[in-house]
């Protein structure tokens, strides 16, 4: 099975700084993989997902970017955080068929912009 | 698009059943499942069931889907402290690989 390594775990950020959260993920080869957004109501948001090395598309246009440089790569990215963007930032991959096509998370990172 | 509902809080007592309910739009639906968020974790895989099936037991949780109605539900036997948690509800749609979900539901479990 899939394990996913998200870090950093926890980070503060100043308003207008970088950020660059990775994700890797073992067990498995050309995976789906997904950045999620979780926000203080709860829901989900997808934010990017990759179906292969270099093919990112983008669900919904915001001050984030995703880079995949490796088949087990996925990272997600800003040149100036907003406050706005605070919240729990989810990796995610697809696991096989045999599997129902489940999405697996992993421990997901907290972005506080401040 | 796929919409999935599901309400958003449910209290029960310690050793009692829940029932979380969701209902989904797209009756091309191929599989729904079950997630568990604790606390500052990210989201868990409980339990899925594909479209051909009505129930999935596993252990203490039972899944029934009602495909005339759109409707899944998540019941706990036996529900401890330790079930506390955002219950979350998705389904993925046929030919789609990337699943709906729902707000989630708050599961309260007092003693």
């Known amino acids: 099975s899939q394990t996913i390594h998200q870090w950093p775990a926890t980070l503060v950020q100043p308003v207008g700084s970088p950020l660059s959260l990775e994700c890797t993920v073992e067990g498995t080869s050309n995976p789906n993989l997904y950045w999620y957004r979780q926000a203080a109501g709860r829901g989900l948001q997808l934010l990017f997902y990759s179906v292969g090395i270099g093919q990112i598309s983008s669900e919904v246009p915001q001050n984030l970017s995703a880079s995949r440089p490796q088949d087990r790569q996925f990272i997600l990215s800003s040149k100036k955080l907003l406050l706005s963007d605070s919240g729990f930032y989810l990796c995610a991959v697809t696991g096989t068929p045999s599997s129902g096509n489940t999405i697996y998370f992993g421990e997901g990172s907290w972005l506080t912009v401040v | 698009g796929e919409d999935v509902e599901q309400s958003l809080f449910l209290s029960v007592r310690e050793g009692d059943s829940s029932v979380i309910n969701c209902t989904y739009t797209d009756s091309s639906s191929t599989y729904l499942y079950w997630y568990k968020q604790e606390p500052g974790a990210g989201l868990q895989l409980l339990t899925y069931i594909f479209s051909n099936m009505d129930m999935k037991q596993d252990q203490r949780l039972t899944v029934l889907l009602n495909k005339k109605d759109k409707h899944l539900s998540l019941r706990i036997a036996d529900t401890q402290t330790g079930d506390s948690a955002i219950y979350f509800c998705?389904?993925?749609?046929?030919?789609?690989?990337?699943?709906?979900f729902g707000r989630g539901t708050s599961l309260i479990v007092h003693p």
């Open positions: 998705a389904a993925l749609s046929g030919g789609s690989y990337i699943p709906t």
